[in-house]
């Protein structure tokens, strides 16, 4: 079975930093875009960060300049690197993927969800 296990997150005052990771586990041949969204409280989900299996990222202005997006892909591991947290920050953060499951054949995966809470 073809799933994303994600680890990290948790309790930090404002001004602190967290790292989150996910790894894609299961037999899969390649991974495509991997990302980042968060949901805030009482909002929809959105996009954090995203990262190309070519290493290209993009952020949200929100995040621009505090949060890195980056990759192993021999570990098929995406990581999100969080720093200079504020409050607004807090919410449910997802690891998504794009995999190739077989040849030609791609399926969307997205991580089970931990929770970021950032205190005042």
């Known amino acids: 079975q073809v799933q994303l296990v994600e680890s990290g997150g948790g309790l930090v005052q404002t001004g602190g930093s967290l790292s989150l990771s996910c790894v894609a586990s299961?037999?899969?041949?390649?991974?495509?875009?991997m990302a980042w969204y968060r949901q805030p409280p009482g909002n929809e989900r959105e996009l954090v960060a995203s990262?190309?299996?070519?290493?290209?990222?993009l952020y949200t202005d929100a995040v621009k300049g505090r949060f890195t997006i980056s990759r192993d892909n021999t570990k098929n591991t995406v990581y999100l690197q969080m720093n200079s947290l504020k409050p607004e920050d807090t919410a449910v953060y997802y690891c998504?993927?794009?995999?190739?499951?077989?040849?030609?054949?791609?399926?969307?995966?997205w991580g089970q969800g931990t929770q970021v809470t950032v205190s005042s």
């Open positions: 990262t190309t299996n070519g290493g290209s990222t």
């Open positions: 299961g037999s899969i041949l390649s991974l495509n875009a």
């Open positions: 998504y993927a794009g995999v190739e499951y077989t040849k030609n054949y791609y399926i969307n995966l």
